[in-house]
């Protein structure tokens, strides 16, 4: 179901967009190293809306064969050709009624389309054996960059940093490929806003920094914020959802149409992000790693059926498009000190 070819072999065309339609499914480009004994693994465009690492990817291998040798073999994996060309182009999360890749790994015994790839990619990478793997994405919203791991160990630290000054760690377990035990350090890269330009230049030049380093534990593993065990808060499934100013009386959730601006910063007690509509008294909930609903310890309603935060928390991923926030989730929350 992939199809792999050799760096060597790559006839690359003059522009990404091209580049991506030549693409027949989902790729992997494999670029040999000074070291051919080790091996790194970047994951790009494991969701279709969000084209950085596909740009790094590509601006990469433009020099690759010129210019200096990537430190090790490098597998560069491009998942989601198809919803990525699907028109309007980058705007699609995956193909209109299949499923979400990021939600599919570590399935093993469905044989949908979208589980069988997730497969494809989980058994690709674990035949490689690699060092280190990276997965290129962009937050769903505007927003700062970030990293996601499932541990703060010192090697996942180390390999953040060549992006980023934010790592969360998470046992939130949702299918993605981050979650998948490959004997190495597995980051997940959220490079910022998919229009941004900062969030382009923050991949390649990441991208780059992680290919050519020569020895990834030398790096120095103090440079980085550290959030723990972020709280995932979703729509009820069936409540609806719209963004503004103020409530909407026949929507069940209004989010502020400002809601991305909450990400840049931590938000103080009695931040108001939205409204609830006044008959509808269970439409949110706040999921923890263990499972519980911790939405009222996160959040209340005040006599307006606004939304409140309770305490300070710093907000991940919130975006103003509703049919990610309600496919997947509003946003994430942690509270920090």
């Not at 230049?201 to 990834?216: S, T």
């Not at 939405?295 to 606004?306: G, L, S």
């Amino acid at each position: 179901m992939l199809n792999i070819i050799q760096a060597d072999d790559l006839d690359l065309p003059e522009t990404l967009h091209s580049w991506l339609f030549e693409m027949p499914r989902a790729t992997v480009v494999e670029v040999k190293g000074k070291d051919s004994s080790r091996c790194r693994v970047v994951s790009a465009l494991v969701h279709g809306n969000e084209p950085s690492g596909l740009i790094a990817a590509y601006e990469y291998l433009k020099n690759a064969l010129t210019e200096q040798a990537p430190a090790t073999n490098v597998a560069l994996i491009i998942s989601s050709v198809r919803a990525a060309r699907q028109e309007p182009m980058f705007t699609h999360r995956f193909m209109p009624g299949e499923f979400d890749l990021n939600r599919r790994f570590g399935l093993t015994n469905t044989h949908d389309r979208v589980s069988e790839l997730a497969q494809n990619i989980t058994g690709y990478i674990r035949d490689r054996k690699p060092e280190a793997v990276i997965d290129l994405h962009n937050t769903s919203g505007s927003s700062p960059s970030f990293a996601v791991a499932v541990s703060d160990q010192s090697s996942i630290k180390k390999i953040a940093g060549l992006f980023t000054s934010k790592l969360i760690i998470t046992h939130l377990s949702v299918g993605a490929l981050m979650e998948q035990n490959f004997n190495c350090p597995v980051v997940t890269i959220e490079c910022g806003g998919a229009k941004e330009s900062e969030s382009h230049q923050l991949a390649i030049h990441g991208l780059k920094a992680f290919v050519e380093c020569p020895d990834l534990t030398a790096l120095a593993d103090d440079k980085l914020q550290v959030f723990v065990q972020p709280i995932r808060v979703t729509a009820r499934e069936g409540v609806s959802l719209c963004y503004g100013d103020s409530a909407e009386p026949d929507v069940g959730i209004t989010l502020l149409t400002r809601i991305e601006q909450l990400n840049q910063h931590p938000i103080e007690p009695g931040t108001c992000l939205g409204w609830l509509h006044p008959k509808m008294t269970d439409s949110l909930q706040a999921m923890n790693d263990k499972g519980i609903n911790v939405i009222n310890d996160m959040f209340e309603r005040d006599d307006n059926n606004r939304l409140l935060a309770k305490s300070r928390l710093q907000l991940f991923m919130a975006t103003s498009r509703a049919d990610i926030a309600l496919s997947d989730c509003l946003f994430y929350a942690v509270p920090v000190t």
